[in-house]
């Protein structure tokens, strides 16, 4: 079946970077875009950027340009997320989503991954 | 502060209908598609409503959405207890170009 698979929990001190991982399987890799959207604890969804797994070009939002980082792996059907210079209003459950076009549903998503952020 | 304003909660008892409202601008609801998602307890959000009023297979016709001008509605009839959970508008926006969430609205079933 159509799933994505996220990588586990992590926690990082202030200053570092954090890098998740999101394994797609059930569809062909490459015809779907894959965006990250984050929750603070207790706060509602915010949409961090998107990649195009075809040709690896990524957009980010405003908020995350320069410290965020999206890439992908073709031969594994991962997508990767790394955030930089980390800081405590980091900390949040980070979600990959998939969707059919640029701009259209995020119709599968993973099933998060908490990064903690504390020194 | 969310680009899309919803209200912060909305309640009904079993078998009400109950509608969530969603404002935006002409820059994102005024101009692209609306898409509306459940969020339970601790689970990842799930697709409900895309482009403005589609169902996704396996979702209930008790659940529609409608759009007019820069709002947008998500409607559930014959509310069920298992219809508790987080609703959450999105919609891209123009002039950030960026996907935009509301806020979201946690509905109580009484």
């Known amino acids: 079946q159509v799933q994505l698979v996220q990588s586990g929990a992590e926690v990082k001190k202030p200053g570092a970077s954090v890098k998740v991982s999101c394994k797609a399987s059930g569809y062909t890799f490459t015809s779907y875009y894959m965006h990250w959207v984050r929750q603070a604890p207790g706060q509602g969804l915010e949409w961090m950027g998107i990649i195009n797994p075809s040709g690896g070009s990524t957009s980010y939002a405003q908020k995350f340009q320069g410290r965020v980082t999206m890439t992908r792996d073709t031969s594994t059907s991962t997508v990767y997320m790394e955030l930089s210079s980390l800081r405590s209003e980091d900390t949040a459950v980070y979600y990959c989503?998939?969707?059919?076009?640029?701009?259209?549903?995020?119709?599968?998503w993973g099933q998060g991954t908490m990064v903690t952020v504390s020194s | 502060q969310s680009v899309l304003t919803q209200p912060p909660s909305a309640s009904g008892t079993p078998g009400q209908r109950v509608t969530i409202s969603c404002s935006g601008s002409?820059?994102?609801?005024?101009?692209?598609?609306v898409y509306w998602y459940q969020q339970l307890p601790g689970t990842a959000p799930k697709l409900l409503i895309y482009r403005n009023n589609q169902r996704p297979s396996g979702v209930p016709d008790r659940f529609s959405g409608s759009k007019s001008g820069t709002s947008a509605s998500l409607a559930i009839s014959g509310l069920r207890s298992e219809d508790e959970a987080d609703y959450y508008c999105a919609a891209w926006d123009d002039s950030l170009s960026a996907v935009v969430f509301g806020g979201g609205t946690k509905l109580t079933v009484l």
């Open positions: 989503a998939s969707s059919r076009t640029f701009h259209d549903a995020f119709d599968i």
């Open positions: 002409s820059s994102n609801i005024g101009s692209n598609y």
